[in-house]
């Protein structure tokens, strides 16, 4: 479906938290936006290049203020702004005016507490007063011994004007005492606390002065250098980002589905108004009899496992001799509007069954990555139910939870307040992926919103080229139902590991029942599936399981290739470990990436191996119809 980008999502969450940049942005310039003499009459007149700087400065304020003029007109925005407007110089006055009015509102009852505020902001005062040749530096330092330190202000720029290193100190200091405040603060459940922190820490960063152009020193450099160029660059950015609603962290024409992202060959063999199903083409001469199907999330596209050539585990797997079949979701429209949890899990199903039944094999393994593993899970309990847990020779769940009782900072979405909020969100029976995008973006903020208002706003850069940030950008829509009854009863509730608490295609998902052998990967700094939730699958399922601690997150510990030797990965072979704490302790460290182990894992349970013919070759007879070549239309559907 595609997504109507004529109107700059209305309520889009992106869109009113980033306006105001665009409001301080275009009041940068104001005062000069005035007429000037051409160019022609400057050269005549032997103008000095220092007006010609001028004439630069004003055309660039004209052109600013015309964009943002013509974007409010043609999107009905007021175009006053009422914090920013007046005299930029004043601005970090007002700033420093903001903060004061904050400071003053925080419920610092104990005297303690007040006595530890005015010492440090005493302390900032004096490190900030005294003369840069006693800082005890050689020669005299170049900037004052600051006590707080922070990477969004590295620059040397913060801490040498007397004027940035207040403001960033200050703003770090409140900062701390406002974290200190809600973690000191008594009678309140601890659901709530984790909620008020989280919250705290998102408007902290928000209102971090990097994130204006008047009281960032950098920004204001490259204005002057730039005479004002970067800002009319940004606007461009921030202009066409809000015209689709979304922040754009990479080149947007760098990446291409097909062509250089998502190329490992194959075909679609296989659809329903839910899924295509894509075989890859072998790439040995010999297959391991039993194949593979994968269940990456629909709420992101499936190629994150085939991003290119050297990052693909898809084709890593499929050299390694697998017949890999990979299951491409359809992203949600108004046809979507009655799938709920059911759909997908019968979807997996029928997956399985068209595997087995095409290439004849009695059983097949499975991957499932994050929400497609989690339905796994209740895949395999429902087939256990119906005395068909023998279709599947294996299970590997990458980052998946079943457990929602430590399920991380997602937490925070799912009180009554917030799923009515959500609710609010639904429109023709599905949910915009630009918000998921938004609240998984806010999950990281610093690193995934911030920083790119600063560089792709602020600093007028050019976007990178960046397959991975380009793929966490391209959106999927999300069925209202399924998305609201997934976040009620699964992270809100816990029901999936309260046996018969949940039903499915008709029978009581029970996951003690689930006896398949198991692999189990989870990640060390996974923020989205936190490790010691990822765990906890290894205490409902009832059959062999070996559990992987990789290194890095929710994505870089997945797609990490061999070839790469980056990160590392933790096992424990001791049979009776009962808790993680238990087999943390215990674990042995191993470099590079876990693939290799997995595969040998694989080949432990099944190592048979036949011909690549036949339906093993995808359209390769007269008989073996295909339906398009690989990745299909449906990772491309937006």
Not at 1 to 30: I, K, V
Not at 197 to 218: D, R, V
Not at 221 to 232: A, F, H, K, P, Y
Request: charged residues 25%; glycine residues 6%.
């Amino acid at each position: 479906m595609a997504q109507d980008s004529s109107d700059p999502a209305e309520g889009n969450m992106f869109s009113a938290m980033l306006e105001a940049q665009a409001r301080w942005t275009q009041m940068m310039f104001a005062p000069l936006a005035t007429p000037t003499r051409n160019d022609a009459d400057s050269e005549a007149d032997g103008a000095p290049p220092a007006l010609a700087d001028l004439q630069k400065w004003a055309e660039n304020a004209t052109r600013l203020q015309t964009m943002w003029l013509e974007f409010c007109q043609t999107h009905a925005i007021e175009t006053t702004g009422e914090m920013m407007a007046g005299d930029p110089a004043q601005w970090p006055a007002k700033w420093f005016a903001m903060f004061e009015s904050w400071a003053e509102q925080l419920p610092f009852a104990d005297p303690a507490e007040q006595q530890r505020w005015w010492a440090e902001s005493a302390q900032l005062w004096q490190a900030l007063m005294l003369p840069q040749g006693d800082q005890g530096g050689e020669g005299g330092a170049a900037s004052p011994n600051l006590p707080r330190e922070d990477r969004r202000f590295a620059d040397p720029r913060w801490r040498e004007q007397p004027v940035y290193a207040l403001i960033h100190q200050t703003y770090l200091l409140l900062s701390e005492r406002v974290e200190a405040m809600v973690e000191q603060m008594d009678n309140i459940d601890p659901a709530k606390r984790e909620q008020l922190k989280f919250a705290t820490q998102a408007m902290a960063e928000a209102l971090s002065p990097a994130n204006f152009p008047a009281t960032n020193p950098i920004v204001l450099d490259r204005i002057m250098e730039t005479r004002g160029e970067s800002l009319v660059k940004g606007m461009q950015n921030l202009l066409q980002d809000l015209q689709k609603g979304q922040l754009t962290h990479s080149d947007p024409e760098a990446f291409v589905v097909g062509e250089n992202i998502a190329t490992t060959p194959g075909k679609v063999i296989y659809e329903t108004p839910l899924f295509q199903l894509i075989q890859y083409d072998p790439s040995t001469e010999k297959v391991l009899s039993v194949p593979l199907v994968i269940f990456p999330p629909w709420i992101n596209r499936f190629y994150i496992l085939d991003l290119n050539e050297k990052k693909s585990f898809v084709k890593w797997a499929v050299d390694q001799g697998l017949t890999v079949f990979m299951v491409s979701w359809k992203s949600a429209d108004a046809s979507m509007k009655d799938v709920v949890w059911d759909d997908y899990i019968a979807a997996q199903i029928e997956a399985i069954d068209h595997v087995h039944k095409r290439l004849r094999q009695p059983a097949v393994h499975t991957i499932g990555y994050c929400v497609a593993g989690t339905t796994l899970a209740a895949t395999l309990a429902v087939m256990a139910a119906k005395g068909e847990a023998d279709k599947v020779a294996s299970a590997t769940f990458f980052t998946a939870q079943v457990d929602f009782e430590d399920a991380g900072d997602l937490l925070h979405f799912i009180d009554e307040q917030q799923l009515t909020t959500i609710k609010g969100l639904e429109r023709d029976g599905y949910v915009d992926g630009r918000y998921m995008a938004v609240t998984f973006n806010l999950l990281r903020g610093n690193d995934l919103i911030w920083n790119y208002v600063v560089r792709n706003y602020l600093l007028g850069e050019d976007h990178t080229a960046f397959d991975l940030l380009h793929w966490n950008g391209d959106v999927t829509n999300l069925p209202a139902r399924w998305h609201r009854n997934y976040l009620q009863d699964l992270y809100r509730d816990n029901l999936l590991v309260q046996p018969g608490k949940l039903e499915a295609l008709g029978e009581a998902i029970d996951l003690t029942k689930v006896a398949v052998p198991t692999y189990i990967q989870a990640g060390k700094d996974d923020h989205i599936a936190p490790v010691t939730s990822v765990w906890k699958l290894t205490e409902h399922f009832a059959g062999p399981i070996r559990f992987v601690l990789a290194g890095s997150g929710h994505i870089a510990g997945v797609v990490n290739p061999p070839a790469a030797g980056k990160y590392q990965y933790w096992l424990n072979e001791d049979e009776s470990v009962g808790s993680f704490e238990e087999f943390r302790k215990g674990a042995i460290e191993h470099p590079g990436s876990w693939w290799p182990d997995w595969i040998e894992w694989i080949r432990g349970h099944d190592d048979k191996e036949i011909l690549a013919r036949g339906k093993r070759k995808p359209g390769s007879g007269k008989t073996d119809t295909v339906i398009e070549p690989a990745p299909g239309r449906y990772v491309k559907t937006r």
